[in-house]
């Protein structure tokens, strides 16, 4: 029996209720392939890919770009987006937790949003160190949600608790419980961060 998998369930409305527009992530690609001093030889990595949002513009520049994810629809998704799978890229069904490479693979890492869905996200962190090349990125992108966004929630979380119980519940995603400190865990190890805003941009919500 297929084990069942939140983003499964999400997977044909995922885009939708991301605030990340294809223009934006253009500019966004813009700025990982300055700070990363990208070459035409430039090889990244996404683990938890989903559906292709962050890198597409990095494979329609000729990039090598692997993606990771544990959602099979999610990559179907991300598959629909294009007419045919480039040469230069490569997706993997699999848990992004537990990278399936050799050592020094990757010049670039990219984790966007993704880090609070992985159960022991220390050895998550320890298994990117290891892809990594020795003079390798790893970019670590969230969100900055606003105050506006945040009542607005607030407000959509009570009228959810209206209902709760009535419908069926989707299957759980597996949250670390844990606080997430990336920096201060990578600092431990002697690696340096630096923080940059990549885009700002206004969005509208309505329930």
């Not at 499964?8 to 001093?37: F, H, M, N, P």
């Not at 990208?38 to 949002?53: D, H, I, K, R, Y």
């Not at 969230?142 to 119980?165: C, H, N, V």
């Not at 597996?174 to 431990?188: H, P």
Request: include cysteine; aromatic fraction near 14%; glycine fraction near 6%.
């Amino acid at each position: 029996m297929k084990k069942s998998n939140y983003y499964d369930y999400i997977a044909q409305i995922y885009d939708q209720t991301r605030w990340l527009t294809e223009s934006v992530a253009e500019e966004v690609g813009d700025l990982i392939l300055k700070l990363t001093c990208a070459t035409p030889e430039t090889s990244f990595l996404e683990p938890g890919v989903g559906t292709g949002l962050n890198v597409i513009p990095l494979v329609k520049r000729g990039y090598s770009v692997t993606g990771l994810d544990a959602s099979q629809e999610m990559l179907a998704q991300f598959y629909k987006k294009l007419n045919v799978t480039p040469y230069n890229l490569k997706l993997i069904h699999g848990d992004a937790s537990q990278l399936p490479f050799p050592d020094n693979s990757f010049d670039v890492v990219l984790t966007v949003h993704m880090i609070h869905t992985v159960y022991d996200w220390k050895v998550f962190l320890d298994n990117i160190v290891r892809v990594l090349k020795s003079r390798g990125f790893y970019l670590n992108c969230q969100w900055i949600t606003p105050p506006a966004r945040r009542e607005f929630e607030g407000y959509f979380q009570d009228i959810l608790s209206k209902y709760e119980g009535t419908k069926q519940k989707l299957p759980s995603i597996n949250i670390a419980t844990n606080k997430i400190d990336v920096e201060g865990y990578l600092q431990q190890k002697s690696y340096v961060s630096n923080y940059f805003v990549a885009k700002e941009w206004i969005v509208s919500n309505t329930v």
